[in-house]
Structures are given as structure tokens and as C-alpha cells.
């Protein structure tokens, strides 16, 4: 079964950075597109960046220029690189990946980001 692990939360101040990872297992990682979501209590949980199979990626206005992600087909990993965070950055961040066949969205348990002083 899809299974989708993420890593890398903590606590931080503003002005670091965070590098958040997830290890996609039960499916053939390099032909899908991945993506990193992040969820505040209360409020939906919305897109931050993604990356196709080809490797192109798009980001969410709000972290354009701060926030990275890339993929490691052979080690079948995303990362999402966040510079600069912000305290409005804080969230629970999932890593997500939809299923070519259905269209079923698979989420991970999410790791929490918190931006503090």
C-alpha cells in the first residue's frame, strides 16, 4: 500500500530554515507527481509546492522565493527546503501524492513547523 512518511518538523526562529523530507513507498515514485500541503488548526489545508514527474515545480504565492522542492527518484524522496520562515509558516505539513489510476489522494501524518521567537 502507498505509504508517505514525512520528517524534518521542529521548532524554529524566525528567520531559519527547516528542511522537511518525505519517503514515498508503494508506488513507483519516479512517474508521480508529489506535493507538500500545510494545515493550521481551524483552517483548511492548502498547497504550498509540488513537483511533476519531469521535475517542474510551482509554489504557493505565499512561499515563492523562500521555500524549494526537489525530488530524489533514486532514494524515492521529496524535499521541501523552507529559508526564511515566518511565523505565519507555522503549520502541520503533509507530503501528498494522488493516484494516477483513480485520482485518490494519499497523505502522510504530517510533521509540525513551528516559528517562534
Known amino acids: 500500500q502507498v505509504q508517505l512518511v514525512e520528517s524534518g518538523g521542529g521548532l524554529v526562529q524566525p528567520g531559519e530554515s527547516l528542511t522537511l523530507s518525505c519517503a514515498a513507498s508503494?508506488?513507483?515514485?519516479?512517474?508521480?507527481?508529489m506535493g507538500w500541503y500545510r494545515q493550521v488548526p481551524g483552517k483548511q489545508r492548502e498547497p504550498v509546492a509540488g513537483?511533476?514527474?519531469?521535475?517542474?515545480?510551482n509554489y504557493a504565492d505565499s512561499v515563492k522565493g523562500r521555500f524549494t522542492i526537489s525530488r530524489d527518484n533514486a532514494k524515492n524522496t521529496v524535499t521541501l527546503q523552507m529559508n526564511s520562515l515566518k511565523p505565519e509558516d507555522t503549520a502541520v505539513y503533509y507530503c501528498?501524492?494522488?493516484?494516477?489510476?483513480?485520482?485518490?489522494?494519499?497523505w502522510g501524518k504530517g510533521t509540525l513547523v513551528t516559528v517562534s521567537s
Open positions: 501528498n501524492t494522488k493516484s494516477r489510476s483513480t485520482g485518490r489522494d494519499y
Open positions: 508503494g508506488i513507483m515514485f519516479s512517474i508521480y507527481a
Open positions: 513537483i511533476t514527474s519531469g521535475g517542474s515545480t
